[in-house]
């Protein structure tokens, strides 16, 4: 009987947060996937339409463009920086840690995670002036070594601006898988790294076969947090491209915002935003489940 | 000489990284006249606030630090409430079901807004909500507090149990033992996710872009954002609004570089 008096009052705890999380996040999701099965603009009755939205979006072009433009970025914000990330780290943690000290390392480290602190509106403002087809400082430094062939529109060319975002994206998450990497560093045991040397592995293979195995948990971790990252971006979209030149950079989860705000189309949005959700958190299941598998 | 080759490949790797912020500084303190003639990679020939206060008036900027202070600081402060009250049930109560409240909670971190604003647009409107700071502060209180019940609440199940059966043999009730042992020995951790909860909040845009539409009631990024994206800003406007948006970032990067790099490592990896 006390047993169950005391669960009793701690769930009393867990009452403002559950109330927050059904308020804020469940009955909106709800409301969300029940909106996706009518047509509405957002005033008036909803019609119940079924699965007619669903049915229009397998042949809506322009959204399965921009379902492959989030693979694009998915590769510029997950693949590439968590590749890239690795040989940072590690050449960071091993080398210049140990030849040349720890601070120099940790400075480096600094001003690599700096794009991180950003707001992201405030990255692609700063890069939206950078990129500028007639005054931008990109194609004024090209100009100045001579190299104005190269200078372009490259936001405004539609063949170009996927991949002026996906640069830009890089840049700004570049931060986030070095310093993950660099601390799970810390956590491998130097006796591997100090046997693999004695037995003559070179730096290259030490880090093949010592430093990434040991890091399979930190980078299941960032292929997961940064691919679900990749799948929402919005708001580079909103202050580079608006989704355009000519549809070339939209994405789903701007494309579901025009849907809400700008096209009144409230029920096909949010037929997409369903989508997109269902999308992350199947993702986030298989990665967990992939991972467990591998813990094992 | 090839330790030096690969120090200097990292040093140009940081240069790069760092030379947007670099002429962002330059150009906000350019005049506009020098802007016309020199372009954008022609060092400034003195330092001119000019066109960074021309910005400041332009958007009362001070009203929206303000705005973003107020907001970020309620999140940040009700989230690590709402956080620890949470995983003191979970963690140290061991509500039954606590797997699947976790989930739960995991979920609604993990859930993209887009599927949430209509709604919560639709939602603050009904409850005469809409356009306001509070509405911005719930909505943000609930996401936040979702990833810190996820992470407090395995720091919390490995808190030392003698120390709460002390306090019980004491006479603490549950409300004495979270507020008098509980919260005491987490304060590093809390003070951690404070410091996220902040900056999470402060550099979020997309539901502050649609919950604060009217002017006085907009924070940095917002502002900024939607400036930007009307396009009516000319070369040395943006680079001084890109440095009033850079500067309040890196400040807390300066003042909280400790505690980010050891809350981004702990929220990542248990």
Known sequence: MRAVRERGSYLLYLAPGALLVLAVVLVPFGMNVGISFTEWSGVGEPEWTGLDNYGRLLSDGTFWASFRHNLALVVAMAVLPTLAGLVVAATLVDYIGKHFGARQAAVLRACVYLPQVLPIAVAGIVWSWILAPKDGALNAALRALGLEALARNWLGDPDLALWSLMGVLLWMQLGYPVVIFMAGMSRLDPALHEAAELDGASWWGRFRHVTVPGLRPEIFVVLLTCTIAALKVFAPIYVLTRGGPAGATNVPAYYSFQNFFERTRVGYGAAIATVLTVLVLVLTAVFLRVQQRGER | ?270
């Open chain 2, 1 to 270: 000489m090839r330790r030096h080759a690969v120090l200097w490949s990292m040093v140009v790797l940081a240069v790069a990284m760092l030379v947007p912020f670099v002429i962002v500084v330059l150009n906000a303190v350019k005049t506009p006249a020098e802007y016309a003639t020199g372009g954008p990679l022609e060092l400034p020939e003195g330092v001119s606030l000019d066109g960074v206060i021309a910005f400041w008036d332009r958007v009362d900027f001070g009203e929206k630090l303000l705005n973003s202070a107020i907001i970020s600081g309620s999140v940040a402060v009700l989230a690590v409430v709402v956080s620890v009250c949470n995983a003191y049930a979970l963690g140290i109560g061991r509500v039954r079901g606590r797997t699947w409240v976790l989930v739960v909670f995991l979920t609604a971190n993990t859930l993209p807004q887009e599927a949430l604003v209509y709604p919560l647009y639709y939602l603050a409107d009904a409850i005469g909500l809409y356009d306001t700071k509070l509405a911005v502060i719930i909505v943000f209180t609930a996401i936040q507090s979702a990833f810190g019940t996820y992470l407090l609440t395995s720091t919390l199940s490995g808190f030392p149990r003698e120390l709460l059966d002390a306090a019980r043999i004491d006479g603490a009730s549950k409300w004495q033992a979270l507020v008098r042992v509980v919260v005491p020995i987490s304060k590093p951790t809390l003070g951690v996710l404070f410091v996220f909860f902040f900056i999470w909040t402060w550099n979020e845009f997309f539901l502050p872009l649609v919950l604060l539409i009217s002017n006085e009631n907009q924070t940095v990024p917002v502002a900024l954002g939607v400036l930007q994206g009307q396009r009516l800003m000319d070369a040395t406007m943006t680079s001084a609004s890109a440095l009033l948006g850079v500067v309040p970032a890196i400040a807390f990067f300066l003042l909280f570089q400790r505690a980010l790099t050891r809350g981004i490592t702990a929220g990542a990896v248990k």
